[in-house]
Every structure is written in structure tokens, then in C-alpha cells.
Nanobody, 121 residues
Framework: QVQLVESGGGLVQAGDSLRLSCAASGRTLSRNAMGWFRQAPGKDREFVTVIGRTGDYTYYIPAVKGRFTISRDNRLNTVYLQMNGLKPEDTAVYYC??????????????WGQGTQVTVSS
């Protein structure tokens, strides 16, 4: 069982940047693809991005492509989400996940507790 702990959230202004971190314990991260989800107030949780086990491939939803960058350091068992050009619509609780990426579909298995990102206009 993997334990995931996110950090780095906060309150920023539109156009600012934040870097989220997700530290894993209990199991080496290199066995799994890693993804980020987010849930805005009053909305369903949505998938944001995924990175392969070795970092050799990534995928982003159109809303964040070109502004967000996912990366991982398997030696540190940590995944990152660099968020640039933040917009008020990026306001949400962001969740780190570990899971499987197969046949173009990412299925999360473990979830962190989430970290709040608030972007003011």
C-alpha cells in the first residue's frame, strides 16, 4: 500500500505559479504511473495529468496543457506538478494518485489527502 502526501498548495493571484509535491512512502513509486486530479467547489473530481513510470510519457487535459508540467523523481519517491499561468478556474483541491496507465487509460489506485489551490482574480 502506498501512502501519498501532497504539499505546496496555497493562495495565489491569477498569473502566478505554484509547485505541488507528492511524497510517497510504503512502496517504491517507480512501479506505478502517477497522476493528478482536482475537484473544484460544486464540481465533480476531474483528471488533470498523468506521467509514466519512468517519466517517458505524459498526458494533460487541454485546459492545462502548456501551463502545467508533471514530473517525477523516482530516487526521491516524489512527483511534482508545476503550475504556471494560474487562472481562477484552476481553483480546486488537487489530489495526487498512483495507478496504472494501460491502453491509453489511467486508473488510479491510491489517493493522497489533497492540497488546496486557490487562485484569485
Amino acid at each position: 500500500q502506498v501512502q501519498l502526501v501532497e504539499s505546496g498548495g496555497g493562495l495565489v493571484q491569477a498569473g502566478d505559479s505554484l509547485r505541488l509535491s507528492c511524497a510517497a512512502s510504503g512502496r517504491t513509486l517507480s512501479r506505478n504511473a502517477m497522476g493528478w486530479f482536482r475537484q473544484a467547489p460544486g464540481k465533480d473530481r476531474e483528471f488533470v495529468t498523468v506521467i509514466g513510470r519512468t517519466g517517458d510519457y505524459t498526458y494533460y487535459i487541454p485546459a492545462v496543457k502548456g501551463r502545467f508540467t508533471i514530473s517525477r523523481d523516482n530516487r526521491l519517491n516524489t512527483v511534482y506538478l508545476q503550475m504556471n499561468g494560474l487562472k481562477p478556474e484552476d481553483t480546486a483541491v488537487y489530489y495526487c494518485t498512483s495507478g496504472n496507465w494501460e491502453n491509453g487509460r489511467y486508473t488510479p489506485g491510491n489517493w493522497g489527502q489533497g492540497t488546496q489551490v486557490t487562485v484569485s482574480s
